[in-house]
């Protein structure tokens, strides 16, 4: 029996599908969590469209994302993944290893980690967890 892994799941899920990985979905798919189970894959779409076993967003446009090409998928950047995370106030677990793991992945720095003003309390509280998630 062979195993499939999870990367090779969504390249098979959303084949031929016009879509970019999204959220908690982004941050797995680019190594930013720790991994977990997710009960459906997150995507941005421009129209809605019938996945069985994904959570659709709806934007206007995915040219508008920040994204790159990745292992056959269009996935949001890191930086865009974890904004977005912070801005749908998302799971609190998943944006503190996100951050720890962007973090130790450039150098121990938050360089290059653009910020727009309105998250940057939310970006400060969760930067505080996750300077300290792997000290523990």
């Not at 970019?20 to 680019?30: E, G, K, P, R, Y």
């Not at 944006?95 to 973090?103: G, K, Q, V």
Request: charged letters at 25%; aromatic letters at 10%; one cysteine or more.
């Amino acid at each position: 029996m062979a195993v499939m892994a999870y990367n090779d799941q969504l390249r098979n899920l959303l084949a031929n599908v016009e879509c970019v990985l999204a959220l908690d979905t982004a941050a797995d798919f680019l190594g930013l969590t720790n991994g977990g189970y997710r009960d459906v894959a997150q995507i941005f779409v421009n129209k809605k469209q019938n996945i069985e076993g994904t959570g659709q967003i709806l934007v206007p446009s995915l040219e508008n994302l920040e994204c790159e090409e990745r292992n056959g998928l269009v996935c949001t950047t890191a930086n865009q993944t974890i904004i977005d995370l912070l801005e749908q106030n998302g799971d609190e677990q998943i944006i503190t290893e996100s951050l720890a793991n962007y973090y130790d992945e450039h150098n121990e720095s938050f360089d290059g980690f653009n910020v727009p003003e309105h998250l940057q309390s939310r970006f400060e509280k969760y930067r505080e967890w996750a300077l300290q998630y792997y000290e523990e």
